[in-house]
């Protein structure tokens, strides 16, 4: 194992409660029923397969440039409370991890389908922490599919084999496996037992990646 590509949202950092908090606004305004395991589904894919499902879920259909103008209110509602982030809500333990992965010669890598990344890494004081980060901006296809990992590897100038990905979504589990590389999760994910390793904690990881390199 020479990399760890992390997830964001629901990994490196607790976003996905402005998420779940932002889109429930959406769905209340339409009349559709939205909760937790609705939210769930949410996890790892793009804001606009987000609202498709939530649409599914109430059985609405919209034009798309309603579609395009709920996304946009979506987003408009993520980032004001995004302004709130500071770096007390990086995940616990998850710096910690980080500077011994890399002081154990790792290289580390953001791979998130998030088109805010620059703005949350910016936020948590992580924008210079990663030798790469692959987003929501540099892919035309988020999670499931494995563009948003694929893309980390060849950044980092690594082969898929080489490299661990972090995840609490299934989505992103199914993205990490179709790429070719092993999955650890948290979250969600990890509950489902859907990873390779399934941890209670991020920092779990240093368990798991320098054990393998013995
Ligand atoms: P944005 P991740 C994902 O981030 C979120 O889990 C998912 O809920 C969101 O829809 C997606 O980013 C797109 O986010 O609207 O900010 O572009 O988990 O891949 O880090
Ligand atoms: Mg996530």
Redesign the pocket.
């Known amino acids: 194992m020479k990399a760890v590509i992390f ?5 490196l950092c607790t ?2 409660k402005y ?1 779940y908090y932002a889109w429930k606004n959406i769905a209340d305004g339409l009349g559709i029923y939205f909760d937790e395991e609705i939210n769930n589904r ?6 606009m ?2 609202l498709n499902i939530i649409l599914e879920c109430g059985k609405l259909e919209v034009s798309e440039e309603e579609k395009l103008e709920l996304a946009k209110r ?2 408009k509602i ?1 980032r004001r409370l995004l302004e709130n982030l500071t770096p007390r809500d990086i995940s616990e333990g998850a710096v910690e991890t980080i500077d011994k992965l890399r002081a154990a010669g790792l290289k580390l890598a953001v ?7 620059p703005f949350i890494l910016e936020r948590l004081g992580l924008a210079n922490y990663f030798d790469a980060i692959s ?2 901006n540099n892919i035309s296809r ?2 499931p599919y494995p563009e ?1 990992f694929l893309k980390a590897a060849q950044m980092l100038g690594l082969e898929s084999g080489e490299c661990l990905v972090v995840e ?2 299934l989505s ?1 589990v199914v993205a990490a496996h179709e790429a070719g590389m092993l999955c650890a999760c948290v979250g969600d994910a990890a509950k489902a037992g859907a990873g390779d390793y399934n941890m209670r904690s991020i920092s779990e990881l240093l368990d798991i990646v320098l054990k393998r390199g013995e």
């Open positions: 997830d964001l949202d629901g990994v976003t996905d998420h949410l996890r790892g894919v793009s804001r397969e987000s979506k987003n993520y791979g998130s389908s998030s088109k805010n990344t987003d929501g988020s999670k948003v609490d979504a992103g």
